[in-house]
């Protein structure tokens, strides 16, 4: 149990921080939720009525699916796309899909290569292009999620002020939608391109993340 938790100590962490601070969301989020239907004049809802509702689904939502949009972008255009210096990028002369060598698939495949490697044809495409199939359905599910939660939340709201709902279409082209939805994303684009730049000049010695203390500013790829 101990050599389990010791290697797979970073994902465990990282799940228990995300099962806390879903945690604390739905506390925070109930407590707002309730302030605001006393300043409306409107009765308290239990945490369970919070947890169902639109308003909640719809915060949780929306902060997945730019969180995934995110690692989407970078996994796919980190294919093409270098930043000189950077430990997040490739070299500028590894640019591309590289070689079947370098990818260590079908001849060049080792003992221990996933079986889908070692073979050619959808089997050997699906399984290398797999963590970008499985973040981009990530994110258009929770886009879709966010979509039809926030249109739900957004005709409440209409319908309180005695306004007519709109449609799931109607609601897309609405600047509640947007504005959701972009306020996110713009975070989620500097926070990468703020790690990909800072990385260049600045080091966190011991992480995989940062090149080593010692390593040139210029040097391209090389991680800690």
Request: zero cysteines; glycine letters at 8%; charged letters at 20%.
């Amino acid at each position: 149990m101990r050599r389990y938790l010791k290697e797979n100590s970073l994902g465990i962490v990282f799940g228990l921080l995300f099962l806390a601070a879903l945690v604390g969301q739905a506390v925070a989020g109930h407590a707002d939720f309730n302030q605001q239907q006393t300043a409306d004049g409107l009765p308290h809802v239990t945490m369970l009525r919070y947890l169902t509702s639109s308003d909640f689904a719809v915060d949780v939502a929306e902060n997945w699916q730019s969180e995934y949009l995110q690692f989407l972008l970078f996994l796919v255009l980190t294919v093409w796309l270098v930043q000189k210096g950077s430990p997040e990028s490739k070299k500028p002369e590894e640019i591309g899909l590289e070689s079947d060598e370098q990818q260590k698939v079908g001849r060049f495949a080792t003992d221990d290569s996933p079986a889908w490697a070692k073979v050619d044809g959808f089997r050997r495409v699906l399984l290398s292009n797999s963590l970008g199939l499985v973040m981009g359905a990530i994110f258009v599910l929770s886009w879709l999620a966010q979509s039809i939660a926030g249109t739900v939340a957004f005709n409440e709201e209409q319908l309180s002020q005695r306004q007519d709902p709109v449609s799931w279409p109607a609601y897309l082209a609405e600047p509640d939608f947007w504005n959701r939805t972009l306020q996110n994303w713009q975070s989620e684009f500097l926070a990468v391109a703020s790690m990909a730049i800072l990385s260049i000049y600045l080091r966190q010695r011991g992480s995989p993340e940062s090149k080593p203390v010692g390593s040139a500013h210029s040097s391209t790829g090389i991680e800690g």
